[in-house]
T-cell receptor, first 112, second 114 residues
Framework: DAKTTQPNSMESNEEEPVHLPCNHS???????IHWYRQLPSQGPEYVIH???SNVNNRMASLAIAEDRKSSTLILHRATLRDAAVYYC?????????????FGTGTRLTIIP | DGGITQSPKYLFRKEGQNVTLSCEQN?????MYWYRQDPGQGLRLIYY???????QKGDIAEGYSVSREKKESFPLTVTSAQKNPTAFYLC?????????????FGSGTRLTVV
């Protein structure tokens, strides 16, 4: 399985943008890039996902490098509710081999 | 609101007992999954089901069993054969291929062996 590398922790000030990096140098052409976040003792929450093009939704933006070997999750204006562990995950697009392999993620701390 | 409901939130099991974790979704999703999360670790896939009456083993299926008799329900039984069942269990669902459309997770069940 292709692996992802994320910083263990990051801090950001409230109401400022946050850029969470993810390296996935062994990504294959059929891997989607997903981001989820998780609070303690809760299930992961879907944030955003994409394949090749940059993606925007109401929660965040996903910037994917042209060679797809890295991506960045962008929270445009961090709030205290954004403090969580963020996971960058690669998933294959074919059934029968579909699973999410979560690493240790990035623990994001928001400073009031 | 649509979502996934897992119950109970906390479960205590005695050695040698089987216990069943409930997972219900009203999202009309075809696929459902069970994951296990241990402290400080990522998720590991136990079982998944693409359609009713069909399911496949994941990476750590030994000591677990599932059924998929209804589209909205995917219960997980932790049997006495599972040697280290204490963990946080997460159920997820997706419209068809989750890789293409994303996954929705439940709030989890924390199982403790006493």
């Amino acid at each position: 399985d292709a692996k992802t590398t994320q910083p263990n922790s990051m801090e950001s000030n409230e109401e400022e943008p946050v850029h969470l990096p993810c390296n996935h140098s062994t990504i294959s052409g059929t891997d989607y890039i997903h981001w989820y976040r998780q609070l303690p003792s809760q299930g992961p929450e879907y944030v955003i996902h994409g394949l090749t093009s940059n993606v925007n939704n109401r929660m965040a933006s996903l910037a994917i490098a042209e060679d797809r070997k890295s991506s960045t999750l962008i929270l445009h204006r961090a709030t205290l509710r954004d403090a969580a562990v963020y996971y960058c995950i690669l998933t294959l697009s074919n059934f029968g081999n579909e699973k999410l392999t979560f690493g240790t993620g990035t623990r994001l701390t928001i400073i009031p | 609101d649509g979502g996934i409901t897992q119950s109970p939130k906390y479960l205590f099991r005695k050695e040698g007992q089987n216990v069943t974790l409930s997972c219900e979704q009203n999202l009309n999703h075809d696929a459902m999954y069970w994951y296990r999360q241990d402290p400080g670790q990522g998720l590991r896939l136990i079982y998944y089901s693409q359609i009713v009456n069909d399911f496949q083993k994941g990476d750590i299926a030994e000591g677990y069993s599932v059924s998929r008799e209804k589209k909205e329900s995917f219960p997980l039984t932790v049997t006495s054969a599972q040697k280290n069942p204490t963990a946080f269990y997460l159920c997820a669902s997706s419209i068809g291929q989750g890789a293409r459309y994303g996954y929705t997770f439940g709030s989890g069940t924390r199982l403790t062996v006493v």
